[in-house]
Nanobody
Framework: QVQLVESGGGLVQAGGSLRLSCIDS????????MGWFRQAPGKEREFVAT????????YYSDSVKGRFTISRDNAKDTVYLQMNSLKPEDTAVYYC??????????????????WGQGTQVTVSS
């Protein structure tokens, strides 16, 4: 069973940085690929980044490539999203997700088996 809780969101000025964390309180974290997704007001939830179970491969959307970094620490059952050079268009609720087959580009939402509750990121101009 996977139970995900995100933290680290907040209000930041454009150009600033935030690091999101997502911890799994279950016992199966290291067996799942992990991902970050976001949903802006009035828009559908979209893919941001995914990482394989061992952290070896990482995938990013074009809109965040070069600015965001996904990583994981299986000893701490935690996945991170380091967000640099933030832009107002990055404003959204950010969700972490877990699934055995979600590592890749533009992961279909239906492949995510477990979701966190989301954390709000607001970037002011």
């Amino acid at each position: 069973q996977v139970q995900l809780v995100e933290s680290g969101g907040g209000l930041v000025q454009a150009g600033g940085s935030l690091r999101l964390s997502c911890i799994d309180s279950g016992r199966a974290f290291s067996t799942y690929a992990m991902g970050w997704f976001r949903q802006a007001p009035g828009k559908e939830r979209e893919f941001v980044a995914t990482i394989t179970w061992n952290g070896r491969y990482k995938y990013y959307s074009d809109s965040v490539k070069g600015r965001f970094t996904i990583s994981r620490d299986n000893a701490k059952d935690t996945v991170y999203l380091q967000m640099n050079s933030l832009k107002p268009e990055d404003t959204a609720v950010y969700y972490c997700g877990a699934g055995r087959s979600i590592a890749g580009i533009n992961t279909p939402q239906g492949d995510v088996e477990y979701w966190g509750q989301g954390t709000q990121v607001t970037v002011s101009s």
